[in-house]
């Protein structure tokens, strides 16, 4: 790490390692690390007290680029690193990097249980649609019909909606940003580092080479005022280029409708207000999909609990008051029976 003197204020370029960036040119992992990196400053956070932990896969380089503290994991099992890192020195600051392959594939039964037990941990979900290091494979959250090496005819697999999986998963935090919206991605990785337990960030990431442009029915430029609804909590769900379309309950059915204010008798009273809270109202913004409906950008979801590692320090101090005087050594050499008493 490059050395700061006490009290001077840490800038991005504090957060960047000395390593040569080895992503493909115009890769939208770029944008990502950069935002990162200057969030961090603007947090001022220790560097000292940063640790990000990644799998396998293009996402998992990241480590490598902060002048932070850093794990290269194996494939779909940084959470559990993760986990044990936050339990074993609570008052570090912890941040996962993934891919949409490496969380949800092989990883996903690592990533569920991260998220249920809410260890309070930033992860952060590159979510890309393919198999980036492996040479374009489709992956979890590849859609129907993605033709790619491994289905040269086309996926047939049902993709994972990465944030509606989290939100599945009991996740405390849910939101959502794409990674050249520079502004938008840095307010939420903020409320993420804020937030106290695990947080979930699902970020849309363009692999130029094997995937590029998936997300142009959202992000390109003549598209992204139509079809990016960025909710803010008490905030109505309006968006558009006149910021005047929004999301409102249809009147005969229990499903979310577009609806136009200033026609039909439209005004914006009746459009939607965004609850942070409100987990149903969350499951059905994270399950919308253009070009039918906007794509849901920001903090869907936030309503915090007690976090995992506080309730086993927690256990571990009352185990510890009802038994002051135990010894572990005479427990390692007793004999090899023992009686449950009901």
């Not at 690193?81 to 092989?106: H, Q, R, Y």
């Not at 939100?167 to 939420?188: E, I, N």
């Not at 998936?214 to 769900?237: C, I, Y």
Request: hydrophobic share 40%; glycine share 10%; net charge negative.
């Amino acid at each position: 790490m490059n050395v700061v003197a006490p009290g001077e204020k840490l800038t991005a370029k504090d957060f960047t390692s000395d390593q040569e960036v080895r992503w493909c040119p115009g890769c939208g992992d770029y944008a990502i690390v950069a935002a990162v990196q200057g969030t961090l400053a603007e947090l001022g956070v220790s560097r000292e007290k940063t640790v990000f932990v990644s799998g396998i896969g293009c996402a998992a380089r990241f480590p490598y680029y902060m002048a932070t503290y850093g794990f290269h994991t194996i494939h779909g099992r940084a959470p559990a690193i993760a986990t044990g890192i936050k339990l074993t020195n609570p008052e570090l600051d912890v941040w996962v990097v993934s891919g949409d392959g490496d969380a949800l594939s092989i990883g996903g039964n690592h990533l569920f249980h991260l998220l249920r037990r809410n260890v309070d941990v930033q992860f952060l979900l590159f979510n890309n649609e393919i198999y980036g290091l492996t040479k374009g494979q489709y992956s979890p959250t590849s859609r129907v019909g993605t033709r790619s090496p491994s289905t040269p005819m086309g996926s047939l697999d049902n993709p994972v909606v990465a944030a509606s999986f989290a939100l599945g998963s009991g996740a405390r935090f849910v939101a959502r940003s794409v990674d050249t919206l520079r502004k938008p991605l840095s307010r939420v990785l903020k409320r993420a580092y804020e937030h106290r337990g695990a947080s979930f960030v699902e970020i849309f990431q363009n692999c130029i080479v094997y995937n590029d442009a998936v997300f142009s029915s959202f992000t390109a430029k003549d598209m992204a005022a139509e079809n990016q609804l960025h909710v803010e909590d008490g905030k109505p769900l309006l968006f558009g280029r006149e910021g005047n379309r929004g999301l409102r309950m249809k009147v005969d059915a229990f499903e979310l409708e577009i609806v136009t204010v200033g026609e039909d008798g439209i005004v914006e009273a009746d459009v939607l207000v965004h609850d942070e809270k409100n987990h149903l109202l969350a499951s059905m913004l994270t399950a919308l999909q253009p070009p039918a409906f906007p794509m849901a950008l920001g903090v869907i979801y936030c309503d915090p609990a007690p976090g995992y590692e506080a309730n086993v320090k927690a256990q571990i101090e009352a185990a510890k008051a009802e038994s002051p005087t135990a010894d572990l050594n005479a427990l390692m050499r007793q004999g090899h029976t023992w009686t449950v008493k009901g």
